[in-house]
């Protein structure tokens, strides 16, 4: 039986798969967010991304496996079938995972970099369909190919190792 390289097949390959993801976007969307509003890139702007990363990659590594991981599941499962190739089911699943936590970090990034505010929906408003955009790109052409590219390489490994175990020592 084929089993899939790509993707995690059992819960400590997910837990790696899902924070080298969630590394990565927030590390990304931190840091483009952060300078943009800013201006410019500078030490003080450095030290900023570097204190709101923990906070936002937290955040993230609990609300996508528990609300939006979930829904984006279940509605690729109701857009797909099971003959469907693994990119179509991918690329939905990267669509409704990207519409939930854009939607959901847009607000709470604000939240974490300025606190509540009164133009907080107003911005999110404004700025949610920029991140949508931004980070739909970026996890379908970059961070979710390396973070398939980091389960073919453990899988691989996996593979030598269990044949080299399996091959009689002369």
């Given at each position: ?14 837990l790696?798969?899902?924070?080298t ?5 927030v ?7 952060t300078?943009y509003f ?10 900023a ?19 939006f ?5 279940a509605?690729?499962a ?9 990119n179509?089911k991918i690329?939905f699943?990267i669509l409704f ?8 970090m847009t ?8 606190g509540?505010?009164?133009e ?7 700025y949610w369909p ?7 790109a ?8 390396i973070?398939?590219?980091v ?8 593979d ?5 175990a399996?091959?009689p020592?002369?």
């Amino acid at each position: 039986m084929h089993q899939e390289k790509r993707l995690p097949r059992n819960g400590k390959e997910g837990l790696l798969y899902g924070a080298t993801i969630s590394t990565l976007t927030v590390l990304f969307m931190t840091s483009f967010s952060t300078i943009y509003f800013a201006g410019e890139f500078n030490g003080e702007i450095a030290f900023a991304i570097l204190k709101m990363l923990p906070i936002m990659w937290i955040i993230v590594m609990v609300i996508e496996p528990a609300i939006f991981g979930r829904i984006a599941e279940a509605l690729t499962a109701k857009f797909t079938k099971p003959t469907d190739s693994f990119n179509s089911k991918i690329l939905f699943r990267i669509l409704f995972t990207v519409l939930g936590m854009s939607a959901a970090m847009t607000l709470i990034g604000d939240m974490v970099g300025n606190g509540f505010h009164p133009e907080l929906f107003s911005n999110w408003l404004q700025y949610w369909p920029r991140n949508f955009i931004i980070v739909l790109a970026a996890e379908s052409l970059v961070i979710q190919p390396i973070a398939r590219f980091v389960m073919v390489k453990l899988h691989d490994a996996q593979d030598r190792k269990a044949a080299a175990a399996i091959t009689p020592q002369v």
